[in-house]
């Protein structure tokens, strides 16, 4: 069929709503104790249906019952597209109101006064939706099978009976490129719920921008700040895991002499990360952080220890028991020389504070980014 668009537009509207650190799922994932996220999520995928089935359709059967069928399964797909804009309009511009209301134009010679959106609606319910159940006025109507009316141009044509003795039937015709029309006039009003979406996101920037994250020259008070605004400011996962990260590290009381000087000197090495994640949670950008690295490690002892690492990561994030702990530990230890005497009765973030030390031998000293 000519004329239908282009997947295009609904892969990047949706590539829209799921970029800036998912703000519209945030933001709409409990809204005035309603999951709005849901009935986007509903809206782009049935999009994507409707498009991908119209844009796979070739010539139209020669034989007319079937063609009736095909026919309504592109009326469907349009339906498909209409109700999803609907949907998605009600959600991000108004919610007591429709897209084109009262507007007519799609449409050549309708059967019936009314607006392009109503009249879609008495061409679905005759060509497919309840044919056998159609409401008139003060009557009930049914529709024959679809036939070609040669003295028309249009691709197809129903008749309308009545339930009345004495009702003339009626006639109502339909060409497929009207709805190809209607359906591109609705997929584009994607373009204006797009600009909308653009629009709700940089005034949130800009209302997070305004407020000012408390500043502390002590990093642990810093970080629960930072931890507190993070949630606040879009609730990323990336830089929630980052400040967790700080939290254990600088929250850790590890009473071990031996490593005093050098817990102080890691710690000293991850202020600029600090200092980053407070300057771009302030001006409320979810962008990746240069200074991450810093709580990296590119030592010998990474890679020599990986499956060790890997396996003691999933166990005391809790995932898994593991009765080899012992011996991830007792390899650490080796490797280390028992410099920092891993041991099962130590904290958790006592445990995750030596490794990464273990693992940085070498690392400090690091040059960071500004």
Same mark, same amino acid.
């Given at each position: 069929?000519?004329?239908?668009?282009?997947?295009?537009?609904?892969?990047?509207?949706?590539?829209?709503?799921?970029?800036?650190?998912?703000?519209?799922?945030?933001?709409?994932?409990?809204?005035?104790?309603?999951?709005?996220?849901?009935?986007?999520?509903?809206?782009?995928?049935?999009?994507?249906?409707?498009?991908?089935?119209?844009?796979?359709?070739?010539?139209?059967?020669?034989?007319?019952?079937?063609?009736?069928?095909?026919?309504?399964?592109?009326?469907?797909?349009?339906?498909?597209?209409?109700?999803?804009?609907?949907?998605?309009?009600?959600?991000?511009?108004?919610?007591?109101?429709?897209?084109?209301?009262?507007?007519?134009?799609?449409?050549?010679?309708?059967?019936?006064?009314?607006?392009?959106?109503?009249?879609?609606?008495?061409?679905?319910?005759?060509?497919?939706?309840?044919?056998?159940?159609?409401?008139?006025?003060?009557?009930?109507?049914?529709?024959?099978?679809?036939?070609?009316?040669?003295?028309?141009?249009?691709?197809?044509?129903?008749?309308?009976?009545?339930?009345?003795?004495?009702?003339?039937?009626?006639?109502?015709?339909?060409?497929?490129?009207?709805?190809?029309?209607?359906?591109?006039?609705?997929?584009?009003?994607?373009?204006?719920?797009?600009?909308?979406?653009?629009?709700?996101?940089?005034?949130?920037? =800009?209302?997070?921008?305004?407020?000012?994250? +408390?500043?502390? $020259?002590?990093?642990? #008070?810093? !970080?629960?700040? &930072?931890? *507190? %605004?993070?949630?606040?400011?879009?609730?990323?996962?990336?830089?929630?895991?980052?400040?967790?990260?700080?939290?254990?590290?600088?929250?850790? =009381?590890?009473?071990?002499?031996?490593?005093? +000087?050098?817990? $102080?000197?890691?710690? #000293?090495? !991850?202020?600029? &990360?600090? *200092? %980053?994640?407070?300057?771009?949670?302030?001006?409320?950008?979810?962008?990746?952080?240069?200074?991450?690295?810093?709580?990296?490690?590119?030592?010998?002892?990474?890679?020599?220890?990986?499956? +060790?690492?890997?396996?003691?990561?999933?166990?005391?994030?809790?995932?898994?028991?593991?009765?080899?702990?012992?011996?991830?530990?007792?390899?650490?230890?080796?490797?280390?020389?028992?410099?920092?005497?891993?041991?099962?009765?130590?904290?958790?973030?006592?445990?995750?504070?030596?490794?990464?030390?273990?693992?940085?031998?070498?690392?400090?000293?690091?040059?960071?980014?500004?």
């Amino acid at each position: 069929m000519k004329n239908i668009p282009s997947i295009d537009k609904i892969s990047n509207f949706r590539d829209l709503i799921n970029s800036n650190s998912s703000f519209v799922r945030k933001e709409y994932g409990n809204k005035d104790g309603k999951n709005f996220w849901n009935i986007v999520c509903s809206c782009m995928d049935w999009i994507t249906v409707a498009i991908k089935y119209l844009k796979s359709i070739d010539e139209l059967d020669e034989d007319l019952d079937i063609k009736a069928m095909q026919v309504y399964s592109i009326i469907s797909s349009v339906d498909l597209v209409f109700e999803s804009i609907c949907q998605l309009h009600r959600v991000f511009i108004n919610n007591k109101t429709m897209p084109f209301v009262g507007e007519k134009g799609c449409f050549a010679n309708p059967l019936f006064d009314k607006s392009d959106n109503e009249y879609f609606k008495e061409i679905r319910a005759a060509f497919g939706a309840h044919p056998v159940n159609l409401n008139g006025d003060g009557e009930k109507r049914f529709a024959s099978w679809p036939y070609h009316d040669f003295m028309k141009d249009d691709d197809f044509t129903v008749t309308l009976y009545s339930n009345k003795v004495g009702i003339n039937d009626l006639h109502m015709s339909l060409k497929i490129s009207e709805l190809i029309y209607f359906l591109n006039r609705n997929y584009n009003y994607l373009d204006v719920i797009s600009e909308k979406v653009k629009f709700l996101y940089e005034t949130k920037v =800009d209302e997070l921008r305004k407020e000012k994250i +408390e500043m502390s $020259s002590n990093s642990l #008070e810093q !970080l629960f700040v &930072l931890e *507190k %605004e993070s949630k606040k400011r879009f609730n990323d996962d990336y830089y929630n895991g980052v400040i967790n990260e700080l939290l254990t590290i600088f929250g850790c =009381d590890h009473r071990h002499d031996s490593i005093k +000087e050098e817990v $102080s000197e890691f710690r #000293e090495s !991850l202020k600029p &990360l600090i *200092k %980053e994640l407070r300057k771009n949670l302030q001006a409320a950008q979810i962008k990746d952080l240069k200074n991450e690295s810093l709580l990296s490690s590119n030592s010998e002892l990474t890679g020599m220890l990986s499956y +060790e690492v890997s396996k003691f990561y999933s166990w005391l994030a809790g995932n898994e028991s593991d009765h080899l702990i012992d011996y991830y530990l007792r390899r650490f230890n080796e490797v280390s020389e028992f410099k920092y005497n891993f041991s099962i009765k130590d904290f958790d973030c006592c445990l995750l504070l030596k490794l990464n030390l273990m693992l940085r031998q070498g690392d400090l000293g690091a040059n960071h980014i500004e």
